[in-house]
């Protein structure tokens, strides 16, 4: 991240002072702004395929691998982009892409949900990493997809649970069934309940299902036996309250689980049912009987007229006689005494209307002036009550004040109850909107008060005025000091706000700062993060009231320093692991075993993927290894053993599966000379046993000369040829021809002829040559070809033509089997290959113009050859005989492996050898195959006295790869 800032700092400088900036600068920028964006943008499209399947939790688990995705974006979206583009595309330098804002956006929003979801994702981790049972993990993946429902992979995940699940719950309910186990069974029968991504067999829940219901109804009917025999208990003892009580749960039973009772059971309490439905019969009469009762006792109380009660009367003796009761005899008396009354009333009454309708005719005419004075009096009393009435549905308290002050005499005479009561009420809403607006006035003041001393900590008598402002004089004041106080409140919040932005930097300085990550442990590491969680967490309580957006910032940074001390967890108990390879440092198949099981148990990690990477490398590393036995052969390897083609055989095959791996095997790292390399490669060629055929087409040529049917004979003297059938010895007649279709004549040969042929001929260099082909032996193999060579050379009595075509052949043959022949005769076969010269003419027709032409270049070509000495050959010979010429290859032996921690690289070693040297680690090169000379040595550091160790900065460095120091060749 800080390289990414330090470009777009150096790019707003650069446009601030452009006119002094260096154009190589300006095109750097470009290149390096422009490569950043790629960068950025791909990684974007990569999360985004995450984003589009839905899985937002690996795209925000993608986007937050270090550097942080967003972060980056903020950065390289800076203010001044747009003009830098600008700039670039007048200057002909990369213009970077179009930065995706959209994808930024999805991105964002994808962290706020799973700012809700990573609580759950945690559990769900720790579950999976305990190695909690199916169940508990499945009810966390249950949970995360309901919150996560557009993430097909929880379902996915879910289902594939499910499938490992539903042969447990198969076996768990067999289980359960077997041993009756009700309490197990109701668990399982819960789990299945639950939402299942597949549907569970219908057989699973049918057998639970079952075998619960059966206990269900064998546990009903065990208690309605039970309660059966309370029930009869309580008839026994006549207990009406008990034998209530139990058979109202024995119906509860019925009604809950709508299970029939069982005929024992009702045949057993028929009785005991009877009992309780006469007694429940029984208080059913006694209770109408009192309410008969009750009520013909008010109706005595009162005047009531005789008809109805009389009726009460009768229905008091039919309810007294359904409940087996007597009426008292006070209520029989005073009903008798009550219709006794009302008949002397009634005769009363029939006399006194005479008397009352003489009286009020006197009365009329003296009411007739009272009447006008009432309804005056009434008309004033309903129109105060008017009046009131709308002084209430107003409200105003002024104009009820002022109301009754003015009719305070009137008021106070009248005699009216309705008057009265609103007369109450009005002055009760007076003395309230007194008591309201002195209310007011102190909480102004109070907020006057708070407010010049900027005071804040009681909002509520902001909201309390509110409540008693019902003026537009009071509601401006509201107003006035609502406003000042949110001003207060908005200063202090920005202020608080400020605060917590300028410690929360600081920490967040300190956070990036990289010395606070320099030279410390991983521990040291984690306890520092630690320490700022404890400051972060400190702030969000010190600061509560704080902008949400600024405090979710802090939270957002406590939880992404909680995820890096995980790691660090994480990281540490990887260390731990890979601490454990140290013992197995040079012994290969260990190693590998161990590396392969620690990669098994922390799959997904960035370093783990290097190390499964030192997995794939893993047959060059054992080549390496098996480079000591190469050097081993070359060191010890002897010309003049007997062993030689057979140790250069084994020398052959190393090399080639070698050469075949590494791309630099001739490099000076491996010092192997190449004429060793041939010198060896030739020796492997040659026959181990001595029955073996080689050089073949010598051994044609001189088998050819051997069994021909003419010897060929050269007299220097007249340069005449002749044929003969036999090689001639002493004078005498011989047969001879002149082609090799001329019949042989005889002819007679005398003593100065013989004096005068060559002492060998071809005939002897044939059979000469053979017997050494046949004898030849390890020991003398190249001094011996050699003087084969020189031999032919230097016969007279061989034909030219013969002659050339057996030098050829030889050199050619000998070569192949041996370098040091190959090297010092190859520039003669190589004149000779370069001739054109017809080695199939007619020798025998000496006359001919084809055969003196081809004799002549023969002659030619022969008499420009110019062999190398055989003190030469031999000194050559001698010094790799002794192996004094070999240069001792260097050694690569291996002495630890290589590990980062959180900020450096170091070598793990084994042993407390001091030993010095370069050393190096084993690699693929990225441009060849992996198949044929794919890996190179790499040099990563040095090693000095007391394993004083230097690493270099190498982008070839890979987590546990072996490391091999490289020691001397002398």
Same mark, same amino acid.
């Given at each position: 991240m800080t390289d990414y800032q330090a470009t777009v700092d150096a790019i707003k400088n650069a446009l601030m002072f452009s006119d002094t900036t260096a154009p190589e600068t300006l095109r750097t920028l470009a290149e390096q702004y422009a490569a950043a964006c790629d960068e950025l943008n791909e990684r974007?499209?990569?999360?985004?395929?995450?984003?589009?399947?839905?899985?937002?939790?690996?795209?925000?688990?993608?986007?937050?691998?270090?550097?942080?995705?967003?972060?980056?974006?903020?950065?390289?979206?800076?203010?001044?982009?747009?003009?830098?583009?600008?700039?670039?595309?007048? #200057?002909?330098?990369?213009?970077?892409?179009?930065?995706?804002?959209?994808?930024?956006?999805?991105?964002?929003?994808?962290?706020?949900?799973?700012?809700?979801?990573?609580p759950h994702l945690r559990k769900y981790r720790l579950a999976a990493l305990s190695r909690a049972p199916l169940t508990e993990r499945l009810g966390l993946l249950r949970e995360i997809a309901v919150l996560d429902p557009s993430n097909t992979f929880w379902i996915k995940d879910q289902e594939t649970f499910e499938q490992l699940r539903l042969p447990e719950l198969e076996t768990e309910i067999r289980a359960a069934i077997k041993e009756n186990n009700i309490e197990q069974l109701k668990t399982l029968q819960n789990e299945?309940?639950?939402?299942?991504?597949?549907?569970?067999?219908?057989?699973?829940?049918?057998?639970?299902?079952?075998?619960?219901?059966?206990?269900?109804?064998?546990?009903?009917?065990?208690?309605?036996?039970?309660?059966?025999?309370?029930?009869?208990?309580?008839?026994?003892?006549?207990?009406?309250?008990?034998?209530?009580?139990?058979?109202?749960?024995?119906?509860?039973?019925?009604?809950?689980?709508?299970?029939?009772?069982?005929?024992?059971?009702?045949?057993?309490?028929?009785?005991?049912?009877?009992?309780?439905?006469?007694?429940?019969?029984?208080?059913?009469?006694?209770?109408?009987?009192?309410?008969?009762?009750?009520?013909?006792?008010?109706?005595?109380?009162?005047?009531?007229?005789?008809?109805?009660?009389?009726?009460?009367?009768?229905?008091?003796?039919?309810?007294?006689?359904?409940?087996?009761?007597?009426?008292?005899?006070?209520?029989?008396?005073?009903?008798?005494?009550?219709?006794?009354?009302?008949?002397?009333?009634?005769?009363?009454?029939?006399?006194?209307?005479?008397i009352s309708a003489i009286f009020v005719s006197l009365v009329v005419v003296s009411m007739a002036g009272l009447f006008v004075y009432a309804y005056t009096q009434h008309k004033i009393v309903a129109d105060t009550v008017i009046a009131l009435k709308k002084l209430e549905e107003e409200g105003n308290s002024e104009n009820i004040s002022k109301y009754l002050k003015a009719n305070e005499a009137k008021l106070s005479t009248m005699q009216d109850g309705e008057a009265a009561f609103l007369l109450t009420k009005l002055q009760q809403m007076v003395e309230d909107a007194e008591r309201r607006k002195k209310r007011f006035a102190d909480i102004q003041q109070e907020l006057t008060q708070m407010i010049d001393a900027n005071d804040v900590s009681r909002p509520s008598l902001v909201s309390e005025l509110g409540r008693l402002a019902t003026t537009e004089e009071e509601r401006t004041i509201l107003e006035s000091l609502r406003g000042k106080y949110q001003r207060i409140e908005r200063d202090r919040k920005n202020q608080v706000d400020k605060n917590l932005l300028a410690r929360w930097s600081l920490i967040q300085k300190e956070i990036q700062n990289p010395a606070n990550n320099k030279n410390l442990s991983p521990n040291e590491i984690k306890n520092k993060k630690r320490e700022w969680i404890l400051s972060l967490e400190s702030l969000v309580n010190e600061y509560p009231n704080a902008t949400s957006g600024h405090l979710e910032r802090c939270k957002k940074t406590i939880a992404d320093l909680q995820m890096q001390i995980d790691q660090i967890d994480l990281q540490n108990a990887l260390q731990q692991n890979i601490q454990t390879l140290v013992s197995n440092i040079g012994y290969a198949d260990l190693f590998k075993t161990r590396l392969s099981g620690i990669i098994k148990k922390f799959p997904d990690n960035n370093i783990v993927k290097q190390m499964e990477m030192i997995q794939d490398e893993w047959n060059a590393i054992e080549m390496l290894l098996k480079y000591d036995e190469l050097c081993r052969l070359l060191s010890n390897f002897r010309l003049l053993e007997k062993s030689a083609p057979e140790d250069a055989n084994k020398f052959s095959k190393i090399l080639q599966t070698f050469t075949n791996t590494f791309v630099d095997y001739s490099?000076?790292?491996?010092?192997?000379?190449?004429?060793?390399?041939?010198?060896?490669?030739?020796?492997?060629?040659?026959?181990?046993?001595?029955?073996?055929?080689?050089?073949?087409?010598?051994?044609?040529?001189?088998?050819?000369?051997?069994?021909?049917?003419?010897?060929?004979?050269?007299?220097?003297?007249?340069?005449?040829?002749?044929?003969?059938?036999?090689?001639?010895?002493?004078?005498?007649?011989?047969n001879y021809a002149t082609s090799d279709y001329a019949t042989p004549t005889p002819k007679r040969f005398d003593k100065e002829f013989f004096e005068n042929l060559p002492k060998k001929t071809q005939t002897d260099i044939a059979e000469h040559g053979l017997t050494i082909l046949e004898q030849i032996e390890q020991k003398n193999w190249t001094l011996v070809c050699a003087s084969l060579i020189h031999e032919v050379y230097s016969a007279d009595g061989v034909d030219p033509i013969l002659k050339y075509s057996l030098m050829k052949t030889m050199i050619a043959d000998f070569s192949e089997y041996d370098a040091i022949i190959a090297k010092n005769y190859q520039p003669i076969l190589l004149n000779m290959n370069n001739k054109t010269l017809d080695e199939y003419v007619n020798r025998m027709n000496a006359e001919s113009s084809p055969t003196t032409k081809a004799?002549?270049?023969?002659?030619?070509?022969?008499?420009?050859?110019?062999?190398?000495?055989?003190?030469?050959?031999?000194?050559?010979?001698?010094?790799?005989?002794?192996?004094?010429?070999?240069?001792?290859?260097?050694?690569?032996?291996?002495?630890?492996?290589?590990?980062?921690?959180?900020?450096?690289?170091?070598?793990? #070693?084994?042993?407390?050898?001091?030993?010095?040297?370069?050393?190096?680690?084993?690699?693929?090169?990225?441009?060849?195959?992996?198949?044929?000379?794919?890996?190179?040595?790499?040099?990563?550091?040095?090693?000095?006295?007391?394993?004083?160790?230097?690493?270099f900065d190498n982008p070839n460095m890979l987590q546990c790869a072996p490391v091999f120091v490289k020691v001397g060749n002398e």
């Amino acid at each position: 991240m800080t390289d990414y800032q330090a470009t777009v700092d150096a790019i707003k400088n650069a446009l601030m002072f452009s006119d002094t900036t260096a154009p190589e600068t300006l095109r750097t920028l470009a290149e390096q702004y422009a490569a950043a964006c790629d960068e950025l943008n791909e990684r974007m499209k990569y999360c985004g395929g995450f984003l589009r399947q839905g899985n937002l939790a690996e795209a925000v688990r993608l986007a937050e691998t270090e550097p942080p995705l967003l972060d980056i974006y903020n950065i390289l979206d800076f203010p001044e982009r747009e003009e830098w583009c600008d700039v670039t595309a007048l #200057l002909g330098y990369p213009i970077p892409p179009p930065l995706q804002k959209e994808f930024a956006k999805e991105l964002n929003d994808a962290y706020d949900s799973q700012h809700l979801l990573e609580p759950h994702l945690r559990k769900y981790r720790l579950a999976a990493l305990s190695r909690a049972p199916l169940t508990e993990r499945l009810g966390l993946l249950r949970e995360i997809a309901v919150l996560d429902p557009s993430n097909t992979f929880w379902i996915k995940d879910q289902e594939t649970f499910e499938q490992l699940r539903l042969p447990e719950l198969e076996t768990e309910i067999r289980a359960a069934i077997k041993e009756n186990n009700i309490e197990q069974l109701k668990t399982l029968q819960n789990e299945l309940s639950q939402s299942w991504a597949l549907t569970p067999p219908v057989t699973l829940v049918f057998q639970i299902e079952s075998v619960l219901q059966n206990n269900l109804l064998k546990n009903v009917a065990r208690q309605m036996w039970e309660l059966a025999e309370l029930l009869l208990n309580a008839h026994v003892q006549f207990d009406v309250n008990q034998g209530r009580m139990i058979y109202q749960n024995l119906c509860s039973l019925q009604t809950q689980y709508n299970f029939p009772v069982p005929q024992d059971v009702v045949k057993m309490t028929q009785g005991a049912v009877n009992w309780l439905q006469e007694d429940a019969q029984q208080q059913k009469n006694l209770h109408q009987y009192e309410a008969i009762r009750n009520q013909m006792v008010a109706a005595m109380k009162v005047e009531t007229p005789l008809p109805e009660l009389q009726r009460l009367y009768q229905q008091l003796q039919i309810t007294a006689q359904n409940a087996s009761v007597e009426i008292p005899e006070e209520i029989t008396d005073a009903f008798e005494q009550n219709v006794d009354m009302q008949e002397l009333q009634h005769r009363r009454r029939t006399r006194w209307i005479t008397i009352s309708a003489i009286f009020v005719s006197l009365v009329v005419v003296s009411m007739a002036g009272l009447f006008v004075y009432a309804y005056t009096q009434h008309k004033i009393v309903a129109d105060t009550v008017i009046a009131l009435k709308k002084l209430e549905e107003e409200g105003n308290s002024e104009n009820i004040s002022k109301y009754l002050k003015a009719n305070e005499a009137k008021l106070s005479t009248m005699q009216d109850g309705e008057a009265a009561f609103l007369l109450t009420k009005l002055q009760q809403m007076v003395e309230d909107a007194e008591r309201r607006k002195k209310r007011f006035a102190d909480i102004q003041q109070e907020l006057t008060q708070m407010i010049d001393a900027n005071d804040v900590s009681r909002p509520s008598l902001v909201s309390e005025l509110g409540r008693l402002a019902t003026t537009e004089e009071e509601r401006t004041i509201l107003e006035s000091l609502r406003g000042k106080y949110q001003r207060i409140e908005r200063d202090r919040k920005n202020q608080v706000d400020k605060n917590l932005l300028a410690r929360w930097s600081l920490i967040q300085k300190e956070i990036q700062n990289p010395a606070n990550n320099k030279n410390l442990s991983p521990n040291e590491i984690k306890n520092k993060k630690r320490e700022w969680i404890l400051s972060l967490e400190s702030l969000v309580n010190e600061y509560p009231n704080a902008t949400s957006g600024h405090l979710e910032r802090c939270k957002k940074t406590i939880a992404d320093l909680q995820m890096q001390i995980d790691q660090i967890d994480l990281q540490n108990a990887l260390q731990q692991n890979i601490q454990t390879l140290v013992s197995n440092i040079g012994y290969a198949d260990l190693f590998k075993t161990r590396l392969s099981g620690i990669i098994k148990k922390f799959p997904d990690n960035n370093i783990v993927k290097q190390m499964e990477m030192i997995q794939d490398e893993w047959n060059a590393i054992e080549m390496l290894l098996k480079y000591d036995e190469l050097c081993r052969l070359l060191s010890n390897f002897r010309l003049l053993e007997k062993s030689a083609p057979e140790d250069a055989n084994k020398f052959s095959k190393i090399l080639q599966t070698f050469t075949n791996t590494f791309v630099d095997y001739s490099s000076e790292n491996f010092a192997i000379q190449p004429d060793e390399i041939n010198l060896i490669t030739a020796i492997a060629k040659r026959p181990i046993s001595q029955n073996e055929i080689i050089f073949a087409k010598t051994t044609d040529i001189l088998t050819d000369l051997k069994t021909k049917p003419f010897w060929v004979l050269f007299t220097s003297q007249n340069s005449t040829w002749y044929y003969v059938t036999r090689k001639p010895n002493n004078p005498g007649s011989y047969n001879y021809a002149t082609s090799d279709y001329a019949t042989p004549t005889p002819k007679r040969f005398d003593k100065e002829f013989f004096e005068n042929l060559p002492k060998k001929t071809q005939t002897d260099i044939a059979e000469h040559g053979l017997t050494i082909l046949e004898q030849i032996e390890q020991k003398n193999w190249t001094l011996v070809c050699a003087s084969l060579i020189h031999e032919v050379y230097s016969a007279d009595g061989v034909d030219p033509i013969l002659k050339y075509s057996l030098m050829k052949t030889m050199i050619a043959d000998f070569s192949e089997y041996d370098a040091i022949i190959a090297k010092n005769y190859q520039p003669i076969l190589l004149n000779m290959n370069n001739k054109t010269l017809d080695e199939y003419v007619n020798r025998m027709n000496a006359e001919s113009s084809p055969t003196t032409k081809a004799r002549q270049q023969a002659l030619d070509v022969l008499a420009k050859i110019r062999l190398p000495k055989p003190e030469q050959i031999k000194e050559t010979f001698a010094k790799y005989a002794e192996n004094e010429s070999f240069v001792k290859p260097y050694r690569f032996r291996w002495i630890g492996f290589l590990n980062r921690d959180l900020n450096n690289w170091k070598c793990e #070693l084994k042993s407390d050898d001091d030993i010095e040297g370069e050393l190096y680690i084993v690699r693929r090169q990225a441009s060849a195959s992996s198949n044929n000379n794919g890996y190179s040595l790499v040099h990563v550091g040095n090693i000095g006295t007391k394993q004083n160790i230097q690493l270099f900065d190498n982008p070839n460095m890979l987590q546990c790869a072996p490391v091999f120091v490289k020691v001397g060749n002398e």
